[in-house]
């Protein structure tokens, strides 16, 4: 069964730092591509950027290029999403997905999200 | 960017009833080599992360019930629900793939009239 399992829920101050993540069981976690996803409070999805684990190759959405780092260790089959300096409006639940298109064993960027983590809650408040 | 667009905001429909969610793309997805247009929906109910309904357009995601079926092309594409049930209750979400750049509407809030 693939399943992604995020991090707990964070309560932290502006400025400082974090790294939530989510780890991928039940499918070759090095061959499909992971994507972090926001959603402030009340609001819709808003899609953050993509990572490759199998080398590492990011993909950011130019929102979200310079204000996070995305990584991944493919030796523990885990997805980092991480801030240098929180602000209150990074406030959300985020969420990360599997893109799910393969065909012929190889794993495409254009995919839809078809497993998703439960969601990381980050509260930034001073 | 491709902007995705839905309509209505909110729909509130009789149990039973056939429920109809609009999507329309600021471009074409249609991907003209394979034919595939690049559109996905989600539902997403309160308190859960969103879930795969359907892929392509018109592929029901294994597990979907066949209630769920999509329709469209190019730029414009439709979600119905033939037979509302309760548990249907939820937030509606279109998504491109046709650009990496991937673009969620906005969201169609479903409710029971």
């Known amino acids: 069964e693939v399943q992604l399992v995020q991090s707990g829920a964070e309560v932290k101050k502006p400025g400082e730092s974090l790294k939530i993540s989510c780890k991928g069981s039940g499918y070759s976690f090095t061959s499909y591509w992971i994507g972090w996803v926001r959603q402030m409070p009340g609001k819709g999805l808003e899609w953050m950027g993509i990572?490759?684990?199998?080398?590492?190759?990011?993909r950011y959405s130019p929102s979200f290029q310079g204000q996070v780092t995305i990584s991944a260790d493919k030796s523990i089959s885990t997805a980092y999403l991480q801030w240098s300096s929180l602000k209150a409006s990074d406030t959300a639940m985020y969420y990360c997905?599997?893109?799910?298109?393969?065909?012929?064993?190889?794993?495409?960027?254009?995919?839809?999200?078809?497993?998703w983590g439960q969601g990381t809650l980050v509260t930034v408040s001073s | 960017d491709i902007v995705m667009t839905q309509s209505p905001d909110s729909l509130a429909v009789s149990l039973g009833e056939r429920a109809t969610i609009n999507c329309k793309s600021s471009?074409?997805?249609?991907?003209?080599?394979?034919?595939?247009?690049?559109l996905a929906w989600y539902q997403q109910k309160p308190g859960q992360p969103p879930k795969l309904l359907i892929y392509?357009?018109?592929t029901r995601e294994s597990g979907v019930p066949d209630r769920f079926s999509g329709s469209g092309s190019g730029t414009d594409f439709t979600l119905t629900i033939s037979s509302l049930q309760a548990e249907d209750v939820a937030v509606y979400y279109c998504?491109?793939?046709?650009?990496?750049?991937?673009?969620f509407g906005q969201g169609t809030k479903l409710e029971i009239k």
């Open positions: 990572i490759y684990p199998g080398d590492s190759d990011t």
């Open positions: 392509w357009a018109s």
């Open positions: 471009q074409s997805v249609l991907y003209s080599s394979n034919n595939k247009n690049y």
């Open positions: 998504q491109q793939y046709y650009s990496t750049l991937y673009s």
């Open positions: 997905a599997r893109l799910g298109y393969c065909t012929n064993g190889v794993c495409y960027t254009r995919g839809y999200f078809d497993y």
